[in-house]
């Protein structure tokens, strides 16, 4: 399976991107908290998609892709404390974008068990 071809992937490179331009924005005194955190969450969504797409085990698939839904909810999470601390204003915006790729990031994990229970 080519990650790049994945709807899921290409999302969470967007996605990426918007958090970029979103911590631009956020205090200078950030950099090495919420900052660094957010953007590595983010890239940890889409990277571990690719790794786990590079691996030559259905089983491997299947553990990174958990791992990129983790990181779907640590970047929700810090979305959160960056919206209550002020830092932006438009939170939903960011949710509903998590929301359209951890829907088919489910939905791909629950295929690739299916498929693998079929063998």
Same mark, same amino acid.
Request: without cysteine; proline residues 3%; hydrophobic residues 35%.
């Given at each position: 399976m080519d990650h790049k071809e994945l709807d899921v992937w290409k999302n969470s490179i967007e996605f990426i991107i918007q %958090?970029?331009?979103?911590t631009?924005? /956020? $205090?200078?005194?950030e950099s090495y908290g919420l900052i660094q955190q957010l953007r &590595?969450?983010?890239? @940890?969504?889409?990277?571990? %998609?690719?790794e786990g797409s590079g691996r030559n085990s259905p089983k491997e698939l299947i553990? /990174?892709?958990?791992?990129?839904?983790?990181?779907? @909810?640590?970047v929700e999470t810090q979305l959160i404390i960056g919206r209550r601390l002020n830092y932006f204003q438009d939170l939903?915006?960011?949710?509903?974008?998590? %929301?359209m790729i951890r829907k $088919? =990031?489910?939905? =791909?994990? &629950?295929y690739?068990?299916?498929?693998q229970a079929k063998k």
């Amino acid at each position: 399976m080519d990650h790049k071809e994945l709807d899921v992937w290409k999302n969470s490179i967007e996605f990426i991107i918007q %958090i970029y331009k979103l911590t631009k924005s /956020f $205090p200078q005194g950030e950099s090495y908290g919420l900052i660094q955190q957010l953007r &590595r969450a983010s890239i @940890s969504i889409a990277s571990n %998609i690719a790794e786990g797409s590079g691996r030559n085990s259905p089983k491997e698939l299947i553990y /990174f892709l958990h791992l990129s839904l983790g990181s779907v @909810s640590e970047v929700e999470t810090q979305l959160i404390i960056g919206r209550r601390l002020n830092y932006f204003q438009d939170l939903d915006f960011y949710l509903n974008q998590l %929301i359209m790729i951890r829907k $088919p =990031l489910t939905g =791909l994990i &629950r295929y690739q068990k299916e498929k693998q229970a079929k063998k």
